[in-house]
């Protein structure tokens, strides 16, 4: 299973590269077509999505290909830190499609958290809502760690810095009353180093907010038998101090091949664009998606959720302008 793993990774890195190479190369301004229709031959989008081993960088690859393929755009998926960093990457004008997390979203647009003073916020709108992210808090079946407070003291890594997943576990620590400054030893390590580090026995615990599966976790779990850790406790204060981001959900066993199914807090993941985005593109995108889904799920099982029902439901941002002109064609636009 890790061999077959492996190759996905080895897989989407090469699709990265295809679609650098492959994409076309033309003004970045679309012309009509003869018929009056866009076309967006040639333009370029620099989709930013996340780190080695989960799977913004997996599903953004694939989005980016098919955007190739069909739309003939010259797009090419950034490997990032994810959802911090991206949402900084839309205000700034340095990406043009992001991944990111909702309660990120929320914060990127209102200037709080990482977005506060002397922060500046981000000018972004919602395309869709793509599918649930859930909060693994991973350790060694065999580590003696069986509760979040028997974390204080251990070695944790709490995601990259500058990654949604550094925001989830503050908060997740926050939850049950302890302090992540201090009651740890703090890491700031993506999904695969966390990973490896827990395999090798230098750290105790680590965080990631994923999809399922995490192709990070689903390989650790393949050689090292693994534990997740319930985080029920901690929705209802994340959502009461932060806002209505979070909810219930759970990790079957079967996902990873651990004892029990757990319960911790689910995210929406969204797809962002900065507000100025042409509205014709932005509703190309999402057509594009939504008449391949077949394709975009081949790259991974998260695109499954990719559902017009749910795609306008449980975004803290508003929705861009494109992005309505595009559910209200399809009849689900109920705002």
């Known amino acids: 299973m890790r061999n077959a793993i492996r190759f996905v990774t080895l897989f989407v890195a090469a699709l990265i590269v295809a679609v650098a190479c492959s994409a076309p190369r033309a003004a970045s301004t679309p012309t009509p077509s003869a018929t009056g229709t866009p ?53 700034d004008g340095k990406a043009d499609v992001a991944f990111t997390l909702a309660d990120t979203a929320f914060d990127a647009v209102n200037g709080k958290g990482s977005f506060a003073s002397p922060e500046k916020p981000a000018d972004a709108k919602v395309l869709a809502v793509l599918y649930s992210n859930l909060t693994h808090l991973v350790v060694k079946e065999s580590g003696g760690i069986n509760t979040v407070t028997d974390l204080k003291g251990k070695r944790v890594s709490m995601g990259s810095a500058g990654s949604g997943t550094e925001i989830i576990a503050n908060r997740t620590l926050e939850a049950y009353g302890m302090d992540p400054a201090n009651d740890i030893f703090r890491e700031r390590l993506g999904a695969q180093d966390s990973a490896d580090r827990l395999r090798d026995g230098k750290i105790d615990a680590f965080f990631f907010s994923g999809g399922l599966p995490v192709p990070a976790v689903l390989d650790l779990a393949t050689g090292t038998k693994i534990k997740m850790l319930d985080l029920a406790d901690s929705i209802q204060k994340m959502s009461t101090k932060y806002g209505n981001f979070y909810f219930p959900i759970k990790i ?73 002109d595009f559910y209200k064609s399809k009849g689900v636009w109920k705002k």
């Not at 509703?283 to 306008?312: C, G, P, R, Y």
């Open 39 to 91: 076309n967006f031959t040639g333009k370029t989008l620099n989709i930013v999505t996340g780190g080695t081993g989960a799977v913004y960088i997996v599903y953004g690859a694939g989005l980016a290909d098919l955007l190739n393929r069909k739309l003939g755009t010259a797009a090419s998926a950034q490997s990032t830190t994810a959802s911090v960093d991206n949402m900084k990457l839309i205000r």
């Open 252 to 324: 079957p066993k079967t996902t990873y091949n651990t004892a029990a199914d757990v319960t911790v807090s689910g995210v929406a993941n969204l797809l962002v664009v900065p507000s100025s985005f042409d509205p014709a593109l932005a509703q190309a995108i999402l057509a594009t998606m939504f008449d391949n889904k077949a394709d975009l799920v081949k790259v991974h099982a998260a695109a499954n959720d990719l559902i017009l029902e749910s795609a306008v439901v449980g975004s803290p941002i508003d929705y861009h302008q494109g992005a309505i």
